[in-house]
């Protein structure tokens, strides 16, 4: 028996099969279509963490797992994949998603820019004191996975405050 075309595996495979926003440490977005296998591919997660982040599934207690190349992140309203170098976000039937990428875009983007100055040139034009909260008192800016993770957990805290 093939289990591939067993209807219930054709309609689990086909919630997985959506639209993902990536936005890049950049704050550039771009829309895609990926698959379950593709995904664990890209982010190297088991597909057990990814159940978290279907809408479909019944209620999963909100987290924040970290893996080797990923960090599964979903408390609730906020679902998300956050990578070295993307974040991932599903944006079918999930109303949250895009307040997310309205958030991740402009702080991601403006740290990159920030990180790319010199040291010498953000203690020289003052910048740099860790008045943003995104670096430390040595001058050392936040891994881009941090700074995500700070994006998303705002902005669930936010949600959670509004209900």
């Known amino acids: 028996m093939d289990l591939s075309t067993t209807p219930e595996r054709r309609r689990h495979a086909a919630a997985w099969a959506g639209k993902w926003a990536a936005v890049s440490a950049a704050g550039t ?8 296998q593709q995904l664990i591919r890209m982010t190297g997660l088991p597909a057990r963490d990814l159940r978290a982040l279907d809408p479909a599934m019944p209620y999963e207690a909100p987290s924040v797992a970290g893996r080797d190349r ?5 408390p609730e309203s906020v679902r ?3 990578t070295a170098s993307e974040v991932l ?9 895009v307040p997310l990428i309205r958030e991740l875009r402009p702080r991601l983007g403006s740290t990159a820019a920030t990180a790319s100055s010199s040291p010498q040139q953000l203690s020289s034009t003052g ?8 670096e430390f008192g ?6 881009f996975e941090f700074r ?8 669930a805290f936010k949600f959670w405050e509004q209900e």
């Not at 977005?29 to 379950?36: N, P, Q």
């Not at 976000?89 to 998603?97: E, L, Y």
């Open 127 to 134: 910048g740099g004191g860790g008045q943003d909260g995104h």
């Open 70 to 74: 990923a960090i599964v992140v979903s």
């Open 148 to 155: 995500a993770l700070e994006v998303c957990l705002e902005l």
């Open 80 to 82: 998300a994949v956050i």
């Open 89 to 97: 976000v599903p944006i079918q039937q999930d109303p949250a998603a």
């Open 29 to 36: 977005c771009r829309v895609e279509e990926v698959g379950k």
């Open 138 to 143: 040595s001058g050392k800016i936040l891994p």
